[in-house]
């Protein structure tokens, strides 16, 4: 189980972060904030405070196609400009609330085309945004995990370093998630005879972008051979600042 203050992916997939950022890139009475995302948090959940900004970056679309906003409250998240210009696309989040925000690639030629592509977040803004991490455990790899810069992954995998066996990490960015420490193990508990223990890895969100965090478990000794288990999942990391 995950300890106080932290939540459980519970082998999730894509969506699982609508579920898991309650709260995450703020403290109540912070500073406003800039949050910025890019294609790769398509169907995230970006976590907000009032007076935020939330900035949308597209790549050009497929075709020629052109991104417009396509659907969002406004009553939540308001877009700066009239018409909303972009990109990069702008909303000021204006009171707590939630609401899904949609951009479609249009073509600037044939107004009855369908739209080229679609991009769609989940916006939570709340009064007061506590910073909190989410864990990870075994049945999660293979998940899209989606954080902001400021906020804590911790991974907690089964081990049993008496075999020679231990969780490493094979890939990652570091730009994205940095380590935070060594890894940390915990033997079973009382009782628990023959039972694995658990390796705990944690990370910190230093910055926006994509990330894919393998760990892969194997004895030091055989770096050459495949290893006995592999475990990962792809961050999307928003980038915060002023």
Known sequence: MAATGWKT???RRTALAAFLLGAGIGTAGAAIQTVTIGELYDGGTVNLSP???LEVRLPPGPGGCAWRPAFGDPAVLKPEGEPPSG???RYKAVTAGSTSLGLACLSATDAQASAGGLFRVQV???DSL???GILLEAPDSGSDIFL???????VKLPSTPSTG????VASNSASVLRPAGEPKYDPPGKGAAGAAGTQTFEFRVV???GAFLELVYRRPSDKDAAPARRWGVFVAAASVGP
């Open 124 to 126: 939570v803004v709340k």
């Open 165 to 168: 066996f231990s969780w490493a």
């Open 207 to 209: 910055g926006g972008g």
């Open 130 to 132: 506590l910073p909190r």
């Open 87 to 89: 990109p990069p696309f």
């Open 9 to 11: 992916a519970a082998g």
């Open 51 to 53: 007076g935020d900004t």
């Open 148 to 154: 902001a810069q400021g906020e804590v992954l911790q």
